[in-house]
């Protein structure tokens, strides 16, 4: 599995590969999932959460799930976070250097600017 960070606007994102224990960590937890959400509303710049794609020729792997302010999104709907996915994304683009990126991020797009 590969993890996209989606920031960037006109230009590649940035990704990383899940080790084997993160993927089934994560398939287990989006299994897990129980309460249906809505979906949260996407800016059209700055953070627009995490992409899972699952395995596939680069550029082609199907998108597993969108993860973006506690609600994920799968092709059977939208649900509450309630098992940590965006936590265990979070740390594990942290651990792959992204951390700077992801705070940065963030902060523009709470604050309205446009990245």
Known sequence: M????????????P???????????????????????AAPAGPQAGWRG???????????????????????????????DSTGIEVLLETSARRHGYGALLDEARKRTNSGAVS
């Open 50 to 80: 995490f992409v899972v794609l699952g395995d596939g020729l680069p550029g082609s792997e199907p998108i597993l799930l969108r993860v973006k302010e506690k609600v994920v999104e799968m092709q059977n709907g939208a649900w509450q």
């Open 15 to 37: 990704s990383f590969g899940l080790a084997p224990n993160e993927a089934a960590e994560l398939a287990a937890r989006a299994r897990a999932l129980s309460v249906p959400s």
């Open 2 to 13: 590969r993890v996209v960070l989606d920031v960037f606007s006109g230009r590649p994102n």
